[in-house]
């Protein structure tokens, strides 16, 4: 209560969307409460008093207007909140308006601990007690309804107890599902090679066809090419799972393709190599520069003729829409290894270390950039989302459709659809393996690995099942809630608006330091660059960025060098404000798309994202409060908090569709198992906004066009991947074609052919024109993820 100075006002003004409250506000340790009494609408009835809660995590930003006695206005607090709640309180006096400013400053970002936060103190109350959220998911019972169990391995997958007491990989799951022809020991080697020791392992198994969604982190190639042999053997073993007989992958590094339909096709075939094998081949050149028959180069001081390679490409490709062969739609397995990011992200990588695979080394696999863009962008469009709406607190205007357009929020949610497209179709039509990383495998990955399985499988579209699937790919795996949340908040999201416009934005505890603005600024610049470049940086701030683009300073591999270790700047917690990211929020919104543009396929409806996203950040519940398994181990949310999944399962009817069909036929049109998102219908979600459907989707509304900027074809997406082939490759260190001639070229259509043959084309298998890539723009990119 310290930190409270005055825990109720009277005779406050509320301003929301225009409209004027009289009422009186309170101050709790963990909410800020308005209650008011609605205004008479009907003369023979009286109001009930009505109540505004806020969390004070909800708070995104504050601002605190000083109003001197000769301005004749009244000292006012804006704050703009996480679940789109835009509110102005208007004080009486002067004092009243600093005290509350400053209490709700100490009560949001000061608390150093996750500990502090509401979840631990809050206490059930009615049908919530007789429910325990903690129990729906079990790890073993779904493997289980996969088909996998602790003791066969009759579908080609073990339950290893490797990182049962979290040493081995401290981020992942203790229980890891991997092949069954790899040992433990393996893993050991291979965990060297992947990012935080985040190896490739299961997710999901098809249950029809036996193929299988797995996920990673990125590799540790490094400028000098690094390779694991055990790494390239548990992917080989993981492509080769869905073999009927499949005893042993031992030979990672044969070509030979792990479907025994491919491999059968091979007798007729004139050809010495097996036509999986030239699949393969084939793939690698849409896919990867390796493919491509290039001229002996020796040293840095060799160059590759970049218009010899397209030539050749756009030969051999051509060839192949000569083919008179038949395939069987389905019949032909094409892995691929899906590396989220953009291609010259992935290869910036390399020079601290890490990067995407080596595709000499998995010639049994075909790799996809998807180009999605890191945690820095995505929080920058939500930010522009944030200013389209951020005058609702004043006026009951609709929000402002420039800045909204301008945001690329919908670009972005498209973005990662197509992805997912991609994925789905691998794996339920084209029969095929995936395995699917980003950097650190805990952002991107999750969206995609999750959003794939909605797709794949009808439990997952029920309630249950849907909160199995978070628990699972989001809580269990492991992603960065406290971090890109923001939970403890941070200083800089406050601001006093006098302070602001006088030049010295940083204060301490909300009051000037001095009157020499200018001065001040000078003496933070240089207090910045002395904290930047003294290594004990006890904030923990990272060198570039936690998305995994580059290592963190303090993060295992570094401290190898030499660098000191944390010390006891655990003990107090902070959020970084350049680690924030809607990462979560993308994962609902992309679900709330799939869940519109199929009404009658989710038990779940609209309303249970919403509230799901409200109770990420209300901090009520301790499902989301940590980052990984161990943590919540070693904090003991089981027995100190309650599941969020108690709310949900307490109110069940209130989340339930109406219009769900639960019935499963393929042979009926809107009944069958796959779904696929519609990328080129993507809209606004008005609801989780807090606005209606004609202000955000009226007919100023533009669609997402699907020929443009690579949005709505994952085909498009992929050609990436052809790029690399025909001078993408540009973006590596390894290689010297000049980056002028990425996404150039009048064969483009033949490549987006040949990638529509391997099975990576999207839904109609027509990618479209696409822009081409400049150095700019490949500038830019690395600047952001480099930041």
């Known amino acids: 209560m310290e930190k409270i100075r005055v825990s109720k006002v009277e005779d406050v003004t509320l301003l929301r969307q225009g409209i004027k409250l009289e009422g009186t506000l309170h101050l709790t340790p963990h909410h800020l409460i308005f209650s008011y009494t609605p205004h008479q609408t009907q003369p023979d009835s009286k109001p009930r008093p009505r109540e505004l809660w806020i969390t004070y995590p909800m708070i995104a930003f504050c601002s605190y207007r000083p109003a001197p006695p000769a301005s004749h206005q009244s000292p006012s607090i804006r ?43 809050y206490r059930a109350q009615g049908p919530e007690k007789e429910i325990n959220g903690w129990d729906v998911y079990d790890a073993r019972r779904e493997f289980r309804r996969q088909g996998i169990g602790e003791k066969n391995a009759d579908r080609g997958w073990r339950i290893s107890k490797i990182n049962m007491n979290y040493q081995y990989s401290p981020t992942y799951p203790a229980l890891l599902s991997v092949p069954a ?28 066809n036996r193929c299988s969604i797995t996920r990673s982190s990125q590799p540790l ?29 031992s030979n990672a590094q044969s070509t030979s393709h792990p479907n025994s339909q491919s491999n059968s096709q091979s007798n007729s075939q004139s050809n010495s190599q097996s036509t999986s094998s030239s699949l393969i081949s084939e793939g690698k050149i849409i896919a990867e520069p390796a493919s491509v028959h290039m001229p002996s180069v020796s040293g840095e001081s060799s160059f590759v003729d970049a218009e010899a390679i397209e ?12 083919m008179q062969d038949t395939r069987i739609y389905g019949a032909q397995q094409h892995n691929i290894i899906i590396d989220a990011r953009p291609a010259v992200n992935a290869f910036a990588n390399q020079a601290v270390g890490m ?106 579209r029920t309630l249950e099942g849907f909160i199995v699937l978070i628990e699972k790919d989001w809580v269990s795996f492991g992603h960065q809630f406290r971090h890109r949340s923001g939970f403890l908040s941070s200083e800089k999201w406050f601001e006093v608006e006098n302070e602001r416009i006088g030049g010295n934005r940083r204060m301490e505890n909300g009051a000037s330091t001095g009157a020499g603005g200018g001065g001040n600024a000078f003496e933070d610049a240089l207090l910045r660059a002395k904290g930047f470049f003294n290594k004990k940086n006890e904030s923990r701030e990272s060198l570039v960025d936690e998305d995994g683009e580059l290592q963190p300073f303090d993060s295992p591999s570094m401290s190898k060098t030499g660098s000191p270790a944390r010390g006891t700047a655990e003990d107090r917690l902070i959020t970084k404000v350049k680690e924030t990211s809607p990462v979560f929020h993308q994962f609902l919104d ?57 709310y949900f399962l307490s109110r069940k009817e209130q989340f339930l569709n109406e219009k769900y069909d639960p019935v499963i036929d393929d042979n009926q049109k809107g009944r069958e198992r796959l779904l696929f998102p519609k990328t080129n219908e993507v809209r606004w979600w008005p609801e989780i906004f807090g606005r209606t459907d004609a202000e955000m989707n009226g007919p100023f509304h533009t669609p997402i066009q699907p020929q443009q900027d690579g949005i709505g074809g994952t085909a498009l997406i992929a050609a990436e991947s052809a790029d690399i082939s025909t001078g993408f490759a540009a973006a590596s260190p390894s290689a010297g074609i000049p980056s002028s001639k990425i996404g150039q070229g009048a064969g483009h259509n033949k490549l987006s052919f040949g990638m529509a043959r391997m099975g990576l084309a999207g839904e109609g298998g027509s990618p479209g024109p696409s822009r081409p890539r400049t150095p700019h723009d490949v500038r830019q990119e690395m600047e952001v993820e480099m930041h």
């Not at 022809?181 to 029809?208: K, M």
Request: proline share 3%; aromatic share 10%; with cysteine.
């Open 79 to 121: 704050l703009r909140c996480r679940d789109f709640v835009f509110v102005a309180f208007h004080f009486l006096a002067e004092n009243q308006a600093r005290d509350v400013y400053d209490s709700i400053k100490s009560l949001t970002c000061k608390l150093g601990k996750i500990e502090k936060l509401y979840a631990f103190s």
């Open 181 to 208: 022809s790899i040992s433990d020991n393996v893993l050991n080697y291979a965990g060297r090679h992947r990012s935080r020791v985040r190896i490739p392992v299961l997710t999901y198994l098809h249950p029809v």
């Open 221 to 249: 190639v490094g400028v000098r090419q690094n390779r694991s042999v055990q790494d390239e053997k548990l992917v080989a073993a993981i492509f080769d799972t869905s073999q009927p007989n499949a005893e042993s992958s």
């Open 311 to 322: 030539d050749e490409t756009l030969a051999r490709v051509g060839r192949d829409t000569n």
């Open 355 to 460: 990067g995407s695979e080596n595709m000499d080394n998995y010639k049994f696999a075909t790799k996809a950039f998807l180009g999605i863009d890191n945690i820095h962008v995505m929080r920058d469009s939500l930010n522009k989302v944030m200013d389209a709406l951020k005058d609702t607190d004043l006026t009951p205007l609709g929000p402002n459709r420039e800045i909204l357009a301008k945001s690329n929020w919908l670009k972005h949610i498209s973005g990662i659809l197509d992805g997912v497209n991609m994925i789905a179709r691998q794996v339920g039509i084209h029969h095929s393996h995936v395995l699917i990383h980003c950097s650190d495998g805990w952002d991107r990955t999750s969206q995609l690995s999750a959003l794939s399985q909605l797709c794949l499988d009808p439990y997952y």
């Open 590 to 646: 992309a679900t709330y798309q799939m869940l519109y543009q199929h009404p009658s396929r989710f038990e779940f409806n609209e309303r249970f994202l919403r509230r799901l996203l409200y109770h990420l950040y209300s901090c009520q519940y301790g499902t989301f409060l940590y980052d990984n398994e161990k943590q919540r181990v070693e904090a003991g949310v089981r027995d100190k908090t309650r599941s969020v999944w108690d």
